[in-house]
């Protein structure tokens, strides 16, 4: 190997640790916005319809931008740069961001208007009619909260073309503090506090902009407004970016869909337990599969534009197992341990009731074999997003959403309850899984090489872990306290996973000796 990629690597792993931190620190904080949203919103009422005011807006967010900033822009500039022709790769951005942020603007004020309307798209089975009133009224500052989350996504896009992570991996957290803040200061069983709430939230992404907009001056300079809509080079983009747009806002589009079998439930309370579900389950995902999947973004695309397939290749591959060595195992612990983990992350007092960490716990046994899956689709959607592919997990996402509601309606006819909406989400995450993992590895030459027997030797490592888990749970009590339940849950959790690493060594899993050694060179130079 040359010296060149030595430095790359290295570059790149020093990248995705940045980025894992930033991550570890936002996704912290957003667990403790949904704790403090069970803490201050006591009645189920009020928590669910504090979570369901944010996916419709959610949904146009996705819908017109997305992952079009991330998976367009982002190698689109970053592509530009490399080839010495920075001012045009500029040129197109900034006519991109200024027709899309046009129409989204006028979409906001609709929004804001017909959100009544809008709302009524739930009104259906069992949901609480006061719940989706309240949800509309707080959504009305939601809505023009997307424009300025747009401004920030491109500002993180924007230096995230340049390789400057460590400019954008704790911008989400300073968001997330100011939500936070607002939820402290604001929230409470009424009307008027859950819409002061929202409009506090509204504020945090004002700031979030902001922040992100100081700390990137020095590039983020550079943008203009530019209303060209009819310009070829923005024509092109906009053709790479509308397969992305539509597929990322295919995920929204499923957790709308969720919330609406929520309706074939009786009582209040499954939307937030959901939510609660779906925070956690995303914790090793976002943690884990993001970081590496954002950092690989740019390099992977650079690699392919210089034909170097053996390059991409090997990338691809390291980044997989990178992420999948670490959330496999929490797929496991998730699985075993849910009602402990929920109870463990969201109840602080008696607010949270153990109805509602049993709704929640259900939910998570579903959501565990998401883990696994989504870290594939996404490593995989930046890998044709990278290439340029950016049809193919277009079409993956559109099979997901006819099997998604396909699998709520039937499992809930079967009898399976509310673990039918989280196990047809997972299943469905398998269907495009195959999907975008078939057609990937038709060019050869691209193709991730060793996943087989690493997947075999992981999948054998977490088996291992889960019976020992089992065995743990029937010797070791869950705990009468807080602070006991805590500590029994961390010496099984600790136990799960050096059992995994155990494991690992013996079946001489590279990953984990890496994993290892790193850690040993950090105390080392300490």
């Known amino acids: 190997m040359s010296t060149k990629r030595k430095n790359g690597s290295g570059n790149m792993a020093i990248a995705t640790v940045l980025v894992m931190i930033g991550l570890i620190f936002s996704k912290c904080s957003g667990l403790l916005r949904d704790v403090l949203v069970g803490m201050k919103f006591s009645d189920t009422v009020y928590r669910d319809s504090f979570f369901l005011a944010f996916t419709i807006p959610d949904l146009v967010f996705n819908l017109l931008v997305g992952g079009s900033i991330q998976s367009a822009i982002t190698p689109s500039l970053s592509a530009a740069v490399s080839a010495g022709e920075e001012k045009k790769g500029w040129r197109a951005v900034n006519i ?126 550079q943008l203009r407004f530019d209303f060209k809509p009819r310009d070829p080079e923005f024509i092109a983009l906009f053709k790479r970016a509308l397969p992305i747009l ?80 670490l959330t496999i195992p929490s797929a496991g612990i998730m699985f075993v341990l ?51 592919k950016t049809k193919v997990p277009l079409y993956a996402g559109c099979v997901g959403l006819i099997s998604n509601p396909m699998f709520c309606y039937l499992f809930i006819k079967m009898g399976i309850g509310p673990l039918s909406l989280t196990l047809a989400y997972s299943l469905t995450s398998i269907f495009t899984l195959v999907i975008l993992t078939v057609v990937y590895c038709k060019d050869k030459r691209l193709a991730p090489k060793g996943l087989s027997v690493f997947l075999a030797k992981s999948f054998g490592c977490m088996l291992v872990m889960s ?40 079946l001489k899993m590279n990953e984990a000796v890496e994993f290892v050694s790193g850690v040993k060179r950090k105390i080392l130079r300490r």
């Open 246 to 325: 539509i597929s990322a806002s295919i995920v929204q589009v499923n957790t709308v869909i969720l919330n609406f079998f929520t309706g074939s439930f009786e009582d209040s309370g499954y939307i937030s337990a959901l939510k609660n579900a779906a925070t956690t389950w995303q914790l090793p995902y976002g943690i884990f599969a993001v970081a590496v999947g954002n950092v690989m973004l740019p390099s992977l695309a650079a690699l392919y534009s210089k034909q170097d397939y053996d390059g991409a290749s090997n990338m691809l591959s390291s980044r997989l197992k990178s992420a999948l060595f």
């Open 96 to 221: 991109f961001i200024s027709v899309i942020g046009t129409v989204l603007v006028l979409v906001c004020i609709l929004g804001v208007v017909f959100s009544d309307q809008i709302f009524m798209l739930y009104a259906s089975g069992k949901n609480n009619m006061d719940t989706i009133h309240l949800a509309s009224q707080a959504s009305k500052w939601l809505f023009p909260q997307i424009f300025f989350m747009m401004l920030a996504a491109l500002c993180i896009g924007i230096l995230n073309a340049y390789k400057r992570f460590s400019s954008t991996a704790f911008g989400p957290t300073v968001y997330n503090v100011f939500v936070l803040l607002s939820i402290l200061i604001f929230a409470g069983n009424t009307e008027s506090k859950l819409t002061m709430t929202t409009c506090g939230i509204m504020g945090a992404a004002v700031i979030y902009f902001l922040f992100q907009f100081i700390i990137g001056f020095d590039k983020l300079k």
């Open 467 to 506: 019976f020992v888990l089992v065995l743990l749970n029937k010797v070791i009590p869950n705990g009468n306290g807080k602070i006991q339940s805590l500590m029994f849950l961390g010496v099984k959790g600790i136990c799960a996973v050096a059992v995994y690493f155990i494991g690992a060594f013996v």
């Open 338 to 388: 849910n009602k402990e983990v929920i109870k463990a992350l969201f109840q602080w007092n008696s607010a949270y009731t153990e109805s509602d960490a049993t709704r929640a716990g259900i939910f998570l046994m579903g959501y565990s074999i998401a883990i696994i899956t989504h870290t594939v689709v996404f490593i995989m959607n930046q890998a044709f997003y990278a290439i340029g």
